[in-house]
Protein backbone atom coordinates (compact mmCIF):
# COMPACT_ATOMS: atom_id res chain seq x y z
CA UNK A 1 0.00 0.00 0.00
CA UNK A 2 1.23 3.26 -0.98
CA UNK A 3 2.12 5.80 1.90
CA UNK A 4 3.13 9.32 1.66
CA UNK A 5 3.96 11.11 4.48
CA UNK A 6 5.08 15.39 4.52
CA UNK A 7 7.33 17.14 6.71
CA UNK A 8 8.65 20.34 7.14
CA UNK A 9 5.66 23.08 7.40
CA UNK A 10 6.09 25.40 9.88
CA UNK A 11 5.47 29.10 10.88
CA UNK A 12 7.75 31.94 8.54
CA UNK A 13 7.93 35.61 8.20
CA UNK A 14 7.40 37.10 4.98
CA UNK A 15 10.31 36.67 2.53
CA UNK A 16 11.46 33.32 4.29
CA UNK A 17 12.03 29.96 3.06
CA UNK A 18 10.78 26.74 3.93
CA UNK A 19 12.17 22.81 2.59
CA UNK A 20 9.05 20.41 2.44
CA UNK A 21 9.71 16.71 2.37
CA UNK A 22 7.69 14.14 1.31
CA UNK A 23 8.76 10.61 1.58
CA UNK A 24 7.16 7.56 -0.38
CA UNK A 25 6.31 4.06 0.26
CA UNK A 26 5.40 1.24 -0.84
CA UNK A 27 5.42 1.16 -5.04
CA UNK A 28 8.89 1.42 -6.91
CA UNK A 29 8.94 5.69 -6.68
CA UNK A 30 11.25 6.46 -9.42
CA UNK A 31 8.19 5.36 -12.23
CA UNK A 32 5.78 7.68 -10.79
CA UNK A 33 4.88 11.44 -11.29
CA UNK A 34 4.52 13.36 -8.24
CA UNK A 35 2.87 16.53 -7.17
CA UNK A 36 2.69 19.26 -4.51
CA UNK A 37 -0.81 20.80 -4.46
CA UNK A 38 -2.47 23.13 -1.29
CA UNK A 39 -5.18 24.14 -0.14
CA UNK A 40 -5.92 27.10 1.54
CA UNK A 41 -9.21 27.86 3.95
CA UNK A 42 -12.27 27.75 2.13
CA UNK A 43 -10.74 27.53 -0.98
CA UNK A 44 -10.42 24.72 -3.78
CA UNK A 45 -7.20 22.44 -3.87
CA UNK A 46 -4.85 23.77 -6.45
CA UNK A 47 -1.70 22.71 -8.11
CA UNK A 48 1.80 23.81 -6.70
CA UNK A 49 4.35 21.93 -8.74
CA UNK A 50 4.61 18.61 -10.40
CA UNK A 51 8.20 16.56 -11.52
CA UNK A 52 7.78 13.94 -13.83
CA UNK A 53 9.27 10.34 -13.80
CA UNK A 54 11.78 11.78 -15.65
CA UNK A 55 12.50 14.94 -13.52
CA UNK A 56 10.63 16.82 -15.99
CA UNK A 57 9.16 20.09 -13.93
CA UNK A 58 6.07 22.41 -14.17
CA UNK A 59 4.83 24.89 -12.03
CA UNK A 60 1.76 27.34 -11.28
CA UNK A 61 2.74 30.76 -12.53
CA UNK A 62 2.19 31.99 -9.23
CA UNK A 63 5.70 30.10 -7.42
CA UNK A 64 7.19 30.08 -10.67
CA UNK A 65 10.77 31.22 -9.70
CA UNK A 66 9.96 30.89 -6.20
CA UNK A 67 9.89 27.47 -5.63
CA UNK A 68 11.40 24.58 -6.66
CA UNK A 69 10.66 21.03 -6.90
CA UNK A 70 12.69 17.72 -6.82
CA UNK A 71 13.61 13.93 -6.10
CA UNK A 72 15.48 11.64 -4.82
CA UNK A 73 14.67 8.25 -6.00
CA UNK A 74 17.39 6.97 -3.70
CA UNK A 75 15.72 8.14 -0.54
CA UNK A 76 12.20 7.41 -2.25
CA UNK A 77 11.19 11.44 -1.37
CA UNK A 78 10.30 14.42 -3.33
CA UNK A 79 11.07 18.18 -2.40
CA UNK A 80 9.66 21.57 -2.43
CA UNK A 81 12.11 24.42 -1.77
CA UNK A 82 9.95 27.25 -0.74
CA UNK A 83 11.76 30.80 -1.24
CA UNK A 84 10.57 34.37 -1.27
CA UNK A 85 7.38 33.42 0.58
CA UNK A 86 4.48 35.44 0.63
CA UNK A 87 1.28 35.69 3.16
CA UNK A 88 -1.01 34.04 0.11
CA UNK A 89 1.58 30.96 0.44
CA UNK A 90 -0.08 30.28 3.51
CA UNK A 91 -2.37 26.71 3.34
CA UNK A 92 -2.40 23.23 3.72
CA UNK A 93 0.61 21.88 1.50
CA UNK A 94 -0.02 18.22 0.23
CA UNK A 95 2.42 15.90 -1.85
CA UNK A 96 0.29 13.54 -4.24
CA UNK A 97 1.15 10.49 -6.24
CA UNK A 98 0.15 9.48 -9.97
CA UNK A 99 0.47 6.11 -11.44
CA UNK A 100 1.97 7.32 -14.42
CA UNK A 101 4.97 9.30 -14.93
CA UNK A 102 3.77 12.33 -16.70
CA UNK A 103 2.75 15.42 -14.66
CA UNK A 104 -0.91 16.61 -14.47
CA UNK A 105 -2.24 19.55 -13.07
CA UNK A 106 -5.71 18.59 -12.26
CA UNK A 107 -5.64 16.69 -8.53
CA UNK A 108 -7.97 14.13 -9.93
CA UNK A 109 -4.99 12.71 -12.16
CA UNK A 110 -3.35 11.80 -8.96
CA UNK A 111 -3.91 8.36 -7.19
CA UNK A 112 -2.55 8.65 -3.69
CA UNK A 113 -2.09 11.19 -1.26
CA UNK A 114 -0.41 12.47 2.00
CA UNK A 115 -1.97 13.96 4.82
CA UNK A 116 -0.77 17.58 4.52
CA UNK A 117 1.46 19.64 5.98
CA UNK A 118 0.72 23.21 7.22
CA UNK A 119 2.61 26.34 5.68
CA UNK A 120 1.56 29.73 7.33
CA UNK A 121 3.54 32.83 5.97
CA UNK A 122 3.00 35.76 8.28
CA UNK A 123 3.19 39.47 6.98
Known amino acids: QVQLVESGGGLVQAGGSLRLSCAAS????????MGWFRQASGKEREFVAG???????YYADSVKGRFTISRDNAKNTVYLQMNSLKPEDTAVYYC?????????????????WGQGTQVTVSS
Open 51 to 57: ISRSSST
Open 26 to 33: GRTFSSYA
Open 96 to 112: AQRSGGIIYSVPNSYDY
